[in-house]
């Protein structure tokens, strides 16, 4: 199972919303409306950028803008889980040499 654009998604509702948000609600919210959060699918996570974001929102306490919510929804239709992300490369690098 691959989490990446699960955790993709965690990751950029978090920084649209400017707040942490409980990543363990998200992955029931996904669950309770069909989505398997484990092997999340391109098209599931931009559905629930279309029209579950608002409401999961809500429950987190948070209020999204229409720019947030076009923000979060480009953001989550470009992402590739195929590509790793830029921190993956980071884990690569060895401290002791110099940049």
Not at 18 to 38: C, K, Q, T, V
Not at 41 to 48: K, L, T
Not at 68 to 79: D, E, G, K, V
Request: aromatic residues 12%.
């Amino acid at each position: 199972m691959d989490r990446r654009r699960f955790d993709h998604l965690f990751s950029e509702i978090s920084l649209v919303s400017g707040a942490g948000i409980s990543r363990f609600r998200l992955w029931l919210y996904l669950r309770e409306r069909g989505a398997e959060p484990d092997d999340l699918s391109r098209s599931d996570a931009i559905a629930f950028c279309r029209t579950g974001t608002l409401k999961f929102a809500e429950q987190e306490g948070l209020q999204l803008t229409l720019w947030q919510r076009y923000r979060l929804l480009r953001r989550i239709a470009a992402f590739e889980p195929a590509h790793a992300p830029p921190v993956d490369h980071f884990d690569d690098l060895d401290p002791s040499e110099d940049l």
